[in-house]
């Protein structure tokens, strides 16, 4: 049904994701605001409370509201200065996000260290999704979401996207396969193609 998308040629002069980043964070306003994911908020009663990981955080908007909302809480991002702005806000909101600098293509989960991983707008390499469940505590729980393939094919580009950081119908739900699913639903929302998803290790 997708056939038609057709993924750019790699220009082999790209920046990597961490120079791309690096240079959007740089405007000293918060680039996707202050405000939590809605889906955060909407399911953060279903997360298992206690130590959580946010994958790919960003400027801290979501590692924050957890902190807020009594979790402990890790993040991390490839970018300096991303996690340079997450600090502030987790200050200026006075509470504790351990907040660090690393390449996602290279990081190994810690072994059932995390009640909850939240993962938003990052499309990790598939092998990724074995280490989610490996960081996860038993009866812990992953909060994922991220943009659709239709995204796309609708013609509504997002200038900070990549269509290689969109997940194709299912995909997410086949990455998923080893978790019990609690929610998962792909959404078209205002100009936004969605895809959302809660699982919980057994």
């Given at each position: 049904m997708?056939?038609?998308?057709q993924y750019p040629e790699i220009d082999p002069n790209k920046k990597n994701a961490a120079q791309l980043w690096e240079e959007r964070y740089q405007n000293p306003d918060y680039l996707f605001g202050k405000e939590p994911s809605d889906f955060l908020k909407t399911f953060l009663g279903q997360l298992s409370k206690g130590t959580a990981l946010d994958v790919a955080m960003g400027e801290g908007r979501n590692a924050v509201f957890l902190a807020e909302n009594g979790f402990k809480v890790e993040g991390l991002d490839c970018s300096a200065k991303a996690i340079e702005k997450a600090k502030k806000?987790?200050?200026?909101?006075?509470?504790?996000?351990?907040?660090?600098?690393?390449?996602l293509d290279f990081y190994l989960m810690p072994l059932m260290k995390f009640n909850?991983?939240?993962?938003?707008?990052?499309k990790p390499a598939s092998r990724f999704f074995s280490e989610l469940k490996r960081g996860l505590m038993a009866g812990g729980t992953v909060l994922i979401e991220g943009y659709t393939v239709e995204q796309f094919k609708r013609n509504q580009p997002n200038p900070y996207l990549d269509l290689d950081q969109c997940f194709k119908p299912n995909e997410l739900l086949g990455h998923l396969k080893d978790l019990h699913?609690?929610?998962?639903?792909?959404?078209?929302?205002?100009?936004?193609?969605?895809?959302?998803?809660?699982?919980?290790?057994r």
């Open positions: 997708f056939d038609d998308i806000m987790a200050t200026d909101k006075k509470v504790q996000v351990d907040a660090k600098v690393q390449n909850t991983i939240v993962m938003a707008y990052y699913v609690l929610y998962y639903k792909e959404i078209a929302e205002g100009g936004s193609h969605l895809v959302h998803a809660l699982a919980q290790k």
